[in-house]
T-cell receptor
Framework: DTAVSQTPKYLVTQMGNDKSIKCEQNLGHDTMYWYKQDSKKFLKIMFSYNNKELIINETVPNRFSPKSPDKAHLNLHINSLELGDSAVYFC????????????FGSGTRLTVV | GNSVTQMEGPVTLSEEAFLTINCTYTATGYPSLFWYVQYPGEGLQLLLK?????DKGSNKGFEATYRKETTSFHLEKGSVQVSDSAVYFC??????????????FGQGTTLQVKP
């Protein structure tokens, strides 16, 4: 049973399109995150939700909109996709405390052409 | 601001060699420190952690000690295997983020182990 699952695993789309990535966790964690990993493997946090409430919203274009229907799900919707959005997007979940760490999903590789 | 710096990669070693991957951090307050590993095509997995100064985290033969005086958390393994080839990330919990569990990652270090 996958603890943090993301769909799709690969996504190839044209510039200007709108796409969504879904994430679900079955660990009972209260907090979920979206991270972006660029081509140099650098990881940067984008958003975090705790019990459906947005708690972290880093400097991200407003074309990116997270949505959390319940604490087990955190989706990422991207409008008007640009070439620079190509990256691997990771969902993660945790207990929302400083010393616990996360469980990551396997990632969604987004390629904008 | 808070940050993590890792040694540049790739690090290339022969099987059974000793591994050190350096990690230093800058943080206000007292963060927890983590090492994550990313195998090709996969997500990150928590390898080990330490929550206070002088703590040693260990797992699968890897270990790292939280050194407050040198603000370091170097990863070591006595004898690497080909299966250890992966990207290793050092991270800290952001003390200034409240109770969000936000992690700040280093840039990653690629390890290649040759038979």
């Amino acid at each position: 049973d996958t603890a943090v699952s993301q769909t799709p695993k690969y996504l190839v789309t044209q510039m200007g399109n709108d796409k969504s990535i879904k994430c679900e966790q079955n660990l009972g964690h209260d907090t979920m995150y979206w991270y972006k990993q660029d081509s140099k493997k650098f990881l940067k946090i984008m958003f975090s939700y705790n019990n459906k409430e947005l708690i972290i919203n880093e400097t991200v274009p407003n074309r990116f909109s997270p949505k959390s229907p319940d604490k087990a799900h955190l989706n990422l919707h991207i409008n008007s996709l640009e070439l620079g959005d190509s990256a691997v997007y990771f969902c993660a979940s945790g207990q929302g405390t400083d010393n616990y760490g996360y469980t990551f999903g396997s990632g969604t590789r987004l390629t904008v052409v | 601001g808070n940050s993590v710096t890792q040694m540049e990669g790739p690090v290339t070693l022969s099987e059974e060699a000793f591994l050190t991957i350096n990690c230093t951090y800058t943080a206000t307050g007292y963060p927890s420190l983590f090492w994550y590993v990313q195998y090709p095509g996969e997500g990150l997995q928590l390898l080990l952690k330490a929550t206070k100064a002088d703590d040693k985290g260990s797992n699968k033969g890897f270990e790292a000690t939280y050194r407050k005086e040198t603000t370091s958390f170097h990863l070591e393994k006595g004898s690497v295997q080909v299966s250890d080839s992966a990207v290793y990330f050092c991270a800290l919990s952001d003390p200034g983020s409240g109770n969000t569990g936000k992690l700040i990652f280093g840039q990653g270090t690629t390890l290649q182990v040759k038979p």
